[in-house]
């Protein structure tokens, strides 16, 4: 009798943590497909298509500018208000954008999920990378932007911390990874957490120093509450790094980096446990 050669073979993990590299590098291909869907499907039927990526940044500094740099007279640290929101609000983007799509990974994916095997993981790793590319676009934004206020003479002055950019977006991508697989495990069972964590997003933003510096927060348990935010550090980073003026510290940025680390490591465990009753939960 012929034995059987298979080509694949599908295995139970060993880990609730664990996750086969190796396996999701050979879908990559298939992440190439969801990348390219995430980026046509949602502009599809727009006038402007791809152009949203540059309106959105562009109307929210003016909001920021009308509300608190004119009407609130927020302090911007003595730089040009449109370059410190622009800083401020591309990286929230990022953030928010990679935790709130992946957020519904199970519930939008469900039927394909239940037809065809794949590592599950390829479909938020997808979003992140989807969502990078809009990133990039909406950085060439603020590096024009940053270019014109450089050249009329603004207090802005770029430094060494700039060759962290790569890791500050890795930071980004991994908070809104985890949060966002986590988010995504816990609604297959109980969807309010959908509602639920869209509110607390909202509200997230301003606990975190985009509209308003750190300074501005006096010693004291509301700035340990700010610094307690994972997302402080980063962006507080990206502005020191890029106009000179903004709060950077080994430490803080030690601490996100954990936390993201941490965060990664239990919704991945999480996401495992879920993915295995996935059928029966749904």
């Given at each position: ?186 609604t297959t069972k109980y969807r309010d957490f959908t509602i639920l964590f869209t509110f607390v997003v909202q509200l997230w933003m301003y606990a975190t120093p985009i509209v308003y510096p750190l300074s501005m927060v006096e010693e004291g348990t ?61």
């Open positions: 009798m012929e034995q059987q050669v298979w080509t694949m073979k599908i295995r139970p993990h060993e880990k609730l943590w664990h996750i086969d590299f190796k396996e999701i590098w050979h879908y990559r291909d298939l992440i190439e497909l969801f990348v390219r869907r995430n980026i046509v499907v949602q502009y599809k039927q727009t006038i402007l298509g791809p152009l949203w990526y540059l309106i959105q940044p562009i109307l929210t500094v003016i909001m920021n500018m009308v509300v608190f740099g004119g009407i609130a007279k927020m302090s911007t640290d003595g730089m040009p208000q449109a370059i410190f929101y622009m800083a401020g609000n591309i990286c929230w983007f990022y953030f928010s954008d990679c935790l709130n799509q992946t957020s519904n990974t199970f519930t939008a994916n469900q039927n394909m999920f239940g037809k065809v095997y794949f590592p599950r993981m390829v479909v938020p790793i997808a979003v992140v990378i989807s969502n990078l590319l809009r990133f990039v676009i909406q950085v060439g934004l603020f590096v024009a932007l940053y270019l014109y206020f450089f050249m009329a003479g603004a207090p802005i002055a770029p430094n060494w911390a700039i060759l962290l950019t790569p890791l500050l977006v890795m930071m980004l991508a991994g908070l809104g990874l985890g949060f966002g697989i986590l988010i995504s495990s816990l509301l700035r340990t509450l700010i610094m307690a935010n994972p997302m402080t550090s980063i962006i507080e980073a990206f502005k020191y790094a890029t106009l000179g003026q903004g709060y950077f510290s080994w430490f803080a940025l030690g601490y996100s980096f954990l936390f993201m680390s941490v965060l990664l490591l239990f919704s991945v465990a999480i996401f495992n446990k879920v993915q295995r009753n996935f059928m029966d939960t749904v």
